[in-house]
């Protein structure tokens, strides 16, 4: 088991409760911050006394409080672990489920772990603490089928982003087409441009254009 874990958490009763958690796991150190800059000075801390930290546990939002932050989000936290500690063990316990941000955090930053907080949340962090010990990589079950579905992203090309961009301003469909024609963009006539939204849709399972705006922003494209 994890000898050493960091939890990075500004709620006082969440972090309490993941203690509890890693207390029942015998897990014999665990130290909470509730600022990623206090995350940073204790992970640099440790590695100086080369008695470094097993796992960091982070939340992604920090509310902002009566002090000057350098690094502002969990983001930006694991990031700079990244550089400084990159094989410490990473579980991101957060309520962000928009599947951009979730797959930047599995792929880009090589997170272990993913858990969304919710009312099964203390048996998907013991089971996440598991998986990671065993080397493994691990997601909230009900992340699943929206992991599944990021499959889709990739069949979405950079006009099909901006596409839904434009729609996303309010541009009706004359209108994309004459900013594609503007900017000589291919597929830039109006049934090309109703094709694109009609795939997107279908895509998306989406009936109207402000619901393929809505799923889009869930999903993190625009």
Known sequence: MFQKVLIAEDQNSIHKGLENILEELKIKEIITVQYCDDALLKIKASLKTERPFDLLITDLSFKEGHRNRTLTSGEALISAVRDLQPELNIIVFSVEHRIGKIKSLLEGSKVNAYVEKGREESK????AVHAVLNGGVYYSHNLAQLLRSADDISQTDKYDELLLQLLAKGLKRDQIALYFEEK???????????KRINKLKVLFDANTSEQLVAIAIDRGLI
Not at 124 to 127: G, L
Not at 184 to 194: F, G, K, Q
């Open 124 to 127: 998907e962090i013991i089971k």
């Open 184 to 194: 000589d963009l291919p597929a830039r006539s109006l049934s090309s441009i109703e």
